[in-house]
């Protein structure tokens, strides 16, 4: 079993749409958790931390539940250019140790 | 300020033949990681340093990759007798001193195939 497991998709979604992709983690010592997102061929780029209060930027909402070990993101009214792929990423107490998830391909239709 | 930079951004090599790939983290950071990202996949991590030491080599896949730090700046990661199996994208990351919620800035990778 993979460390940290997403659904792969593709979601292909219209415009407007509400979106929402979860993450298992199979490490309980996990620390840290982010929500990255990659273009394609580009690079990862930091989308959200992810604290156990839950948080939320703008149109973006991300949760986790340790007694679950799932970390959930959630898109409100998706844009063209949320189109991406969205990788889980677990990690130590300490920021390092990341593991990364195999992500979820999103595609936001017009 | 500048991000991360990595050099080459491409590159070609035949089986066999040695490679090495650079890394230039944000000024200042402390930490610097290397990850293996191959088609449809996440990254997944190699190596990490903190200044020039390397706390964590567990990632490398074999004993032809090798990765130095020497002044705690400057990274570079180097694959001798190049497999075709090694071709994928070599992303290099960097972050400031260690903390739960560091983010790790990602340079734009090397993309390497190995014919």
């Known amino acids: 079993r993979k460390e940290v497991e997403q659904d792969p998709g593709p979601f292909n979604v219209p415009e407007g749409a509400t979106v929402a992709f979860n993450c298992t983690y199979s490490?309980?010592?996990?620390?840290?958790f982010f929500w990255y997102r990659q273009d394609c061929r580009k690079e990862p780029k930091l989308l959200m931390s992810?604290?156990?209060s839950g948080n939320e930027d703008g149109r973006f909402t991300a949760q986790l539940n340790r007694a679950s070990q799932y970390i959930s993101l959630l898109i409100r009214d998706s844009k063209l250019s949320d189109s991406a792929t969205y990788l889980c990423?677990?990690?130590?107490?300490?920021?390092?140790?990341?593991?990364f998830g195999p992500g979820t391909r999103l595609s936001v239709l017009p | 300020g500048a991000g991360v930079s990595q050099s080459p951004r491409y590159k070609v090599a035949k089986r066999g033949q040695d490679v090495a790939l650079r890394c230039d983290p944000i000024?200042?950071?402390?930490?610097l990681f290397w990850y293996q990202q191959a088609l449809g996949q996440g990254p997944e991590f190699l190596t990490y340093?903190?200044?020039?030491?390397?706390?964590?080599k567990s990632g490398l896949p074999s004993d032809r990759f090798f990765a130095e730090r020497p002044e705690g700046s400057v990274s570079t990661l180097k694959i001798q007798r190049t497999q075709q199996e090694d071709s994928a994208v070599y992303l290099c990351?960097?972050?400031?001193?260690?903390?739960?919620?560091?983010?790790?800035?990602f340079g734009p990778g090397t993309r390497l195939l190995v014919l």
């Open positions: 990351a960097s972050s400031a001193r260690g903390g739960p919620s560091k983010t790790q800035y």
């Open positions: 490490n309980s010592a996990s620390q840290s």
């Open positions: 992810v604290y156990s």
């Open positions: 990423v677990v990690g130590d107490n300490y920021g390092q140790n990341f593991v």
């Open positions: 000024s200042g950071h402390v930490s």
């Open positions: 340093f903190q200044n020039e030491a390397q706390l964590d």
